[in-house]
């Protein structure tokens, strides 16, 4: 089995535009988390499709889901957590619950507000989960990357070897499991990334090929970008505005 998860539980605190969670918001219409449910929807490899929300949400996610015809028949609604490990470990406990997972069932997480993913990045990270234990896509670093201390630069370190990280990202689903259980306090305390939690127990790590238009809109100025994404990646034109998915796409 292949599973998906979208991790919504966040509320947005960076994003002043708008007093709902950002996933919430909408591009020219359609909301952040609709495009990125599409868009997972379209992946054919994924078997159920999770999607993690703050429980004070669930209720209008499930009426964006109708308004927006979505076909709910793989998604899963979960409660989010205050963090990000708490709402992977709902969303996990829940498939052990409800499933008969296999030594080489895997899981893709993805978030939310990164919308732009796009099919081709979601097979390869499919297909490198198949092969290893934990992958992550990545992009080669654009600016020159320093460590500083006191406002005075320590260090410049080789940017060949420095990469943004990104979603998706994939697991083996049992040895995820098992790694999650086996954080203590402090490391869930400092961990902030999914493939910091295998990391940190010294499990390997593979990168796949990201794509610089696989934005996480988290700021204001985000929320510029994506709204010109939009018309590129989903041919959402402005006249769309107004309408539906179906009229839109």
């Not at 990125?36 to 703050?54: G, N, Q, S, W």
């Not at 993913?117 to 234990?133: G, M, N, Q, T």
């Not at 990545?138 to 080789?158: G, H, L, R, W």
């Not at 790694?179 to 499990?203: F, H, M, P, W």
Request: with cysteine; proline share 3%.
């Amino acid at each position: 089995m292949i599973y998906g998860a979208i991790l919504a539980g966040g509320t947005g605190s960076r994003m002043k535009l708008s007093k709902m969670p950002k996933q919430f918001i909408e591009i020219r219409d359609i909301p952040i988390i609709i495009l990125t449910i599409k868009r997972m929807l379209e992946v054919e490899p994924f078997d159920c499709l999770y999607i993690a929300i703050h429980p004070e949400w669930e209720g209008y996610l499930k009426d964006v889901l109708y308004s927006y015809n979505v076909n709910t028949d793989k998604i899963k609604i979960v409660h989010g957590a205050k963090d990000r490990i708490g709402s992977i470990e709902n969303v996990i406990n829940d498939i052990f619950e409800s499933s008969q997972v296999g030594d080489n069932d895997i899981i893709i997480i993805h978030d939310a507000v990164r919308p732009f993913a796009s099919e081709e990045l979601f097979l390869r990270c499919i297909e490198a989960s198949k092969k290893h234990d934990a992958v992550v896509a990545t992009v080669p670093a654009i600016d020159t990357m320093v460590f500083a201390k006191d406002n005075e630069v320590t260090s410049i370190p080789d940017r060949s070897e420095i990469f943004n990280g990104q979603a998706p990202e994939g697991f083996k689903l049992r040895l995820f499991r098992d790694t999650l259980e086996s954080l203590n306090d402090v490391e869930r305390s400092i961990i902030t990334g999914t493939v910091q939690i295998c990391y940190a127990k010294g499990i390997k790590v593979n990168t796949v090929e990201g794509d610089y238009q696989n934005i996480k809109i988290t700021t204001n100025e985000d929320l510029m970008l994506a709204d010109l994404l939009v018309e590129k990646v989903y041919k959402v034109e402005s006249m769309c505005i107004g309408s539906r998915w179906e009229a839109c796409l």
